[in-house]
């Protein structure tokens, strides 16, 4: 079955290939709000970039991955990784493959969309946009490799408010929080 979405003002609809619309989520004009799908997921769209962002669970929140499958193997901090998958993105493509929310195009965000997230000013011990902030950890893996070594990646963290890539090699183990374009 073919399914797409659309963000109508106050809805997102599925529309299968009969092109029955069915009610998923309401979006609020309230931008700290997050959005309640039917599935008990929730996600939040940044109205700034129109980014939707993964908002963490209970059960995931503090959950570690390496950066890529690459480096599983070699992380001395194995004990750390606590999910299923091991690695930022395969988390990104269970999240996929579980229709996340209704969608299938969840991705580590780059160093850039993770940026667009950090504030200058505290909210509830992070540098985050609201409501992130009481839904976040500290260190956050970005899909930007380090232009100075491809053993190294960009990392955000939203407990200091800094952008990091030095001694943040890919076999550390760091958080994810996945996004996917809002629109």
């Not at 893996?141 to 939203?158: C, L």
Request: proline share 2%; hydrophobic share 30%; glycine share 6%.
């Amino acid at each position: 079955m073919s399914i797409t979405k659309k963000i109508l003002t106050n809805k997102i609809i599925t529309v299968n290939k009969t092109t029955e619309l069915k009610t998923v989520g309401k979006i609020t004009d309230d931008p700290n709000r997050v959005i309640e799908f039917d599935d008990n997921i929730d996600a939040w769209i940044d109205t700034v970039t129109g980014l939707m962002w993964e908002v963490k669970t209970e059960e995931n929140i503090e959950h570690e991955y390496v950066w890529s499958e690459k480096w599983v193997d070699g992380t001395w901090l194995s004990k750390n990784l606590t999910d299923d998958t091991e690695d930022a993105f395969s988390y990104a493509k269970k999240l996929n493959t579980q229709w996340h929310g209704g969608f299938s195009d969840w991705r580590v965000p780059t160093k850039k969309e993770l940026e667009t997230i950090l504030i200058i000013k505290e909210i509830n011990g992070y540098y985050i946009k609201a409501p992130l902030s009481e839904n976040s950890s500290n260190g956050y893996w970005s899909s930007t490799s380090y232009e100075g070594s491809s053993d190294y990646a960009w990392s955000v963290y939203f407990y200091s408010g800094y952008v990091y890539y030095d001694s943040h090699a890919k076999d550390d183990s760091y958080y994810v929080r996945c996004v996917r374009d809002g629109q």
